[in-house]
């Protein structure tokens, strides 16, 4: 799977514990205060470490911030692109995916605040080193999502579509989900990020209509307009 | 119609040239560097004035966040909700609403990124009373949505479903434009947001199955799986 082979090797190297223990501290710092917050002299003071010791390590404040993405880049596809390619391939797969993705962001590292939709917004435009490496991890996870829809495609359960589209889409739905529930406190944010998922996969599979909007739970004939 | 009298009233005072200048100056610097970034002192160094004059005005950093977010609220209602309001309620109105939160998207100030998008990750985990008033727009906003889309409802239009849903299914289809078109520099990201807002509207209309994943286009026969 080419894009699997692609995103998964970012696993730190051993013997690395003190620069793993840093990144830590460091990716907690960008859930907190975003990736741009996440400097040499800040990251040494929360750790109360010298800075000349710090900049051994990373050399610039662009290269640490490169290492936190990477970092939290690894966390991620072990909590979710690896769960995912042990389900079957095919609708399992690309629903295994999805709810590993809400477990990540709900009880993960995520739950202090996705360093990826913060330093989307942070890096956008700001060119250079770490928006590249931003861009790529980013363009790679919407590619492994594309990937598992062609599989399911392949393995004769979506029957037509776009993969790319598909994988805006669950990205679009997951971003919403993110913001009713960490800004908006929704308590409904999660179970409408479910229907809107169940509505693409229902069109995916070209069975019937979508059931966004709730129509799963609606009772024809109570439907009342509000407005 | 209570949502738009709701999210209409931000109108600044007039006779407040001044103060209006300052706060367009900040609105920009916010787009650049997050909400977060804009303070007293770093908007007197950009404009070229004493931070105490600018006290004058904002009192504190809080009070000049908010200032920017009710500005920038002002000018996306006046681009985005009134000409929506223009439009003949129902399905019609729902379409403006789209139409010009994307043109607003590509061509307005949010441009040089939205001060929305960007505040949200910054502040959601921030309380405060910045926070606070970011919270309620954005609820306001979700809510205009949602009341477009109940009148659609009792015009007939749209069929049955949610409408809070549709709101959060739509923020979806924007935030993940946003996020492929500024990030990542897709050229398709515009036309699968339109292909994701219409599969919205089709499953809103109950007519049809949803045409999301690009089956807009898709010609029977000619799909292949590439995975």
Same mark, same amino acid.
């Given at each position: 799977?080419?894009?699997?082979?692609?995103?998964?090797?970012?696993?730190?190297?051993?013997?690395?514990?003190?620069?793993?223990?840093?990144?830590?501290?460091?990716?907690?710092?960008?859930?907190?205060?975003?990736?741009?917050?996440?400097?040499?002299?800040?990251?040494?003071?929360?750790?109360?470490?010298?800075?000349?010791?710090?900049?051994?390590?990373?050399?610039?404040?662009?290269? &640490? /911030?490169?290492?936190? *993405?990477? =970092?939290?880049?690894?966390?991620?596809?072990? $909590?979710? %692109?690896?769960?995912?390619?042990? +389900?079957?391939?095919?609708?399992?797969?690309?629903?295994?995916?999805?709810?590993?993705?809400?477990?990540?962001?709900?009880?993960?590292?995520?739950?202090?605040?996705?360093?990826?939709?913060?330093?989307?917004?942070?890096?956008?435009?700001?060119?250079?080193?770490?928006?590249?490496?931003?861009?790529? &991890? /980013?363009?790679?996870? *919407?590619? =492994?999502?594309?990937?598992?829809?062609?599989? $399911?495609? %392949?393995?004769?359960?979506?029957? +037509?579509?776009?993969?790319?589209?598909?994988?805006?889409?669950?990205?679009?739905?997951?971003?919403?989900?993110?913001?009713?529930?960490?800004?908006?406190?929704?308590?409904?944010?999660?179970?409408?990020?479910?229907?809107?998922?169940?509505?693409?996969?229902?069109?995916?599979?070209?069975?019937?209509?979508?059931?966004?909007?709730?129509?799963?739970?609606?009772?024809?004939?109570?439907?009342? $307009?509000?407005?």
């Amino acid at each position: 799977m080419a894009s699997s082979a692609r995103i998964l090797p970012h696993r730190p190297r051993k013997g690395d514990l003190t620069r793993q223990s840093i990144l830590e501290r460091a990716s907690a710092l960008a859930s907190q205060v975003g990736l741009a917050g996440v400097t040499i002299g800040r990251l040494a003071e929360e750790m109360g470490l010298s800075k000349s010791g710090l900049f051994a390590h990373f050399r610039s404040k662009e290269a &640490l /911030q490169e290492q936190v *993405l990477l =970092f939290a880049s690894h966390r991620f596809i072990e $909590a979710v %692109a690896r769960p995912a390619i042990s +389900a079957p391939r095919g609708e399992p797969r690309v629903r295994a995916l999805f709810e590993s993705w809400l477990h990540w962001a709900r009880t993960g590292t995520a739950r202090a605040g996705c360093v990826f939709v913060a330093a989307s917004t942070e890096f956008d435009d700001q060119p250079g080193a770490v928006r590249d490496t931003l861009v790529r &991890l /980013q363009r790679d996870w *919407l590619e =492994f999502i594309a990937q598992a829809y062609r599989l $399911a495609q %392949a393995e004769g359960h979506f029957q +037509a579509g776009d993969a790319e589209q598909f994988a805006q889409d669950v990205h679009g739905t997951m971003l919403a989900y993110h913001h009713a529930s960490r800004l908006l406190g929704d308590p409904r944010a999660e179970q409408r990020a479910r229907a809107a998922f169940e509505a693409l996969l229902i069109a995916a599979r070209g069975a019937g209509r979508a059931t966004t909007a709730g129509s799963r739970k609606r009772r024809p004939g109570k439907e009342k $307009a509000r407005g």
